[in-house]
């Protein structure tokens, strides 16, 4: 089992060497988190082709190739750390994708052919309101848009009759969109993204990330430790994952599921993590004895409490990707920690360029106002591209350029140099310009 990092103010705790070994083991999680958001993007790459999907048309043998070499890495530093089943589990996944992949390309290519057989374009409109037929037996009030994405169809509805009418014995009314795997069609079973109203990006985030969660990560099962150390304040929950309590486990991993949904989709702290026992969400509370739903309860307040200060940094689509995939693999049980090693790791690694800006007071007695300018405008530029770094280090990129991790490395060195060298420039002047 991983033991939690953390960094603790006491004289044990707060040594060198255990700090050394917190730094390196997030620094480890940072990367593979970084890699793991590449290789989705990689997966997501499509050309359009005219050859029946298989696992050996060619720009499937190319992005496979390209996203086995990139995960290299990760597998890598987990059988290294012993985590032998659980690199195997991860490589699993990625080739899972691509029978998500085909199976919803061999779906889209028939449902077109079936469309031109009939005389129509198989346009997003056509496509959405024939599998709203298929689903129903009725037609739309107004036409369905349907697409392929990666390994989902998405159906965007633009009405609310016709949503209803869809989900339809899903028990999910009040839902703005909702992920379904495997739904059945006459002639086909896919998974299906549906958006309530019409092309809504924060839906659609929200469902694709339930999409990877579930037909991808198999609802976290061998990626996830199965054993957690005992909680003072969730004895029940914890007893009931370690006992290996079905229900238990499996109302965890949906809450850890909607959670992860919720971060993607942009939502505030909060908004994330305030779903449980609400009507929508029953399903999830059926899991749980009711002492057991008070324990879920209080540990969904103390990681809102931590992830209130977390996407303070995790502000934009990008960073939250990375915030995700720092936590795909960790029970539910353990987030608060988890989620403040996190932060504490980014602010420890951010503060390395930002305790390179001067302090203002220090240039007020400088009588010389030239002299001012010139200090003032060298900590313009300290504090540009020490702030810069934050970007790069959550965003992952410079500018418009995406960067790997051994690219963002090698930039970062670079900003040190020039921060260094801007800073010696601005101490220098100081003490030269400092009254006898």
């Given at each position: 089992m991983e033991k939690e990092p953390t960094l603790e103010n006491n004289?044990?705790?707060?040594?060198?060497?255990c700090k050394d070994r917190f730094l390196e083991?997030?620094?480890m999680r940072h990367r593979n988190a970084m890699t793991a958001l590449k290789i989705e993007r990689i997966l997501a790459q499509e050309e359009q082709s005219h050859e029946y999907?298989?696992?050996r048309t060619p720009e499937n043998i190319r992005v496979?190739?390209?996203a086995h070499e990139a995960l290299e890495p990760i597998l890598e530093s987990l059988s290294s750390s012993g985590f032998t089943r659980k690199a195997e589990y991860v490589k699993e996944a990625v080739d899972g994708y691509f029978h998500s992949k085909i199976t919803a390309q061999?779906?889209?290519?028939?449902?077109k052919e079936k469309l031109k057989e009939e005389g129509k374009e198989p346009t997003p409109p056509e496509m959405g309101s024939e599998l709203f037929r298929q689903r129903t037996g009725e037609s739309p009030k107004k036409p369905v848009e349907g697409v392929r994405k990666e390994g989902y169809f998405i159906l965007a509805f633009f009405n609310d009759d016709d949503y209803l009418k869809f989900i339809e014995g899903l028990d999910r009314d009040e839902s703005a969109g909702l992920f379904h795997r495997a739904m059945r069609f006459p002639n086909m079973t896919v998974d299906v993204v549906l958006s309530r109203n019409r092309f809504s990006n924060r839906t659609i985030l929200h469902e694709r990330q339930h999409f990877i969660n579930d037909s991808i990560l198999q609802d976290f099962t061998g990626i996830e430790s199965r054993i957690v150390p005992p909680k003072k304040e969730f004895p029940l929950l914890a007893e009931g994952v370690n006992e290996q309590k079905a229900g238990v486990r499996k109302g965890l991993g949906g809450a850890k599921d909607e959670l992860l949904a919720r971060i993607r989709d942009g939502s505030d702290s909060i908004r994330a993590t305030d779903f449980f026992g609400t009507e929508l969400y029953?399903?999830?509370?059926d899991e749980f004895s009711e002492d057991e739903q008070k324990e879920v309860s209080t540990l969904l307040k103390k990681i809102e409490s931590e992830l209130k200060s977390a996407l303070g940094l995790f502000a934009d689509n990008q960073s939250r990707g990375i915030l995700v995939y720092h936590l795909v693999d960790i029970p539910l049980l353990r987030f608060p920690e988890r989620i403040k090693a996190i932060v504490e790791f980014y602010n420890s690694k951010i503060s390395e360029f930002t305790n390179f800006i001067p302090d203002e007071n220090a240039e007020k007695q400088i009588q010389n106002k030239e002299t001012k300018q010139r200090l003032a405008g060298l900590r313009l530029d300290i504090i540009g591209e020490a702030y810069s770094v934050s970007d790069m280090i959550l965003g992952s990129s410079f500018g418009r350029i995406e960067m790997n991790y051994d690219e963002l490395q090698t930039k970062l060195k670079d900003v040190r140099i020039k921060l260094e060298e801007l800073r010696k420039n601005y101490n220098n002047l100081l003490i030269e310009s400092r009254p006898e």
């Amino acid at each position: 089992m991983e033991k939690e990092p953390t960094l603790e103010n006491n004289p044990v705790e707060s040594s060198m060497e255990c700090k050394d070994r917190f730094l390196e083991l997030m620094e480890m999680r940072h990367r593979n988190a970084m890699t793991a958001l590449k290789i989705e993007r990689i997966l997501a790459q499509e050309e359009q082709s005219h050859e029946y999907p298989t696992t050996r048309t060619p720009e499937n043998i190319r992005v496979k190739k390209e996203a086995h070499e990139a995960l290299e890495p990760i597998l890598e530093s987990l059988s290294s750390s012993g985590f032998t089943r659980k690199a195997e589990y991860v490589k699993e996944a990625v080739d899972g994708y691509f029978h998500s992949k085909i199976t919803a390309q061999r779906a889209e290519l028939e449902l077109k052919e079936k469309l031109k057989e009939e005389g129509k374009e198989p346009t997003p409109p056509e496509m959405g309101s024939e599998l709203f037929r298929q689903r129903t037996g009725e037609s739309p009030k107004k036409p369905v848009e349907g697409v392929r994405k990666e390994g989902y169809f998405i159906l965007a509805f633009f009405n609310d009759d016709d949503y209803l009418k869809f989900i339809e014995g899903l028990d999910r009314d009040e839902s703005a969109g909702l992920f379904h795997r495997a739904m059945r069609f006459p002639n086909m079973t896919v998974d299906v993204v549906l958006s309530r109203n019409r092309f809504s990006n924060r839906t659609i985030l929200h469902e694709r990330q339930h999409f990877i969660n579930d037909s991808i990560l198999q609802d976290f099962t061998g990626i996830e430790s199965r054993i957690v150390p005992p909680k003072k304040e969730f004895p029940l929950l914890a007893e009931g994952v370690n006992e290996q309590k079905a229900g238990v486990r499996k109302g965890l991993g949906g809450a850890k599921d909607e959670l992860l949904a919720r971060i993607r989709d942009g939502s505030d702290s909060i908004r994330a993590t305030d779903f449980f026992g609400t009507e929508l969400y029953e399903y999830l509370s059926d899991e749980f004895s009711e002492d057991e739903q008070k324990e879920v309860s209080t540990l969904l307040k103390k990681i809102e409490s931590e992830l209130k200060s977390a996407l303070g940094l995790f502000a934009d689509n990008q960073s939250r990707g990375i915030l995700v995939y720092h936590l795909v693999d960790i029970p539910l049980l353990r987030f608060p920690e988890r989620i403040k090693a996190i932060v504490e790791f980014y602010n420890s690694k951010i503060s390395e360029f930002t305790n390179f800006i001067p302090d203002e007071n220090a240039e007020k007695q400088i009588q010389n106002k030239e002299t001012k300018q010139r200090l003032a405008g060298l900590r313009l530029d300290i504090i540009g591209e020490a702030y810069s770094v934050s970007d790069m280090i959550l965003g992952s990129s410079f500018g418009r350029i995406e960067m790997n991790y051994d690219e963002l490395q090698t930039k970062l060195k670079d900003v040190r140099i020039k921060l260094e060298e801007l800073r010696k420039n601005y101490n220098n002047l100081l003490i030269e310009s400092r009254p006898e």
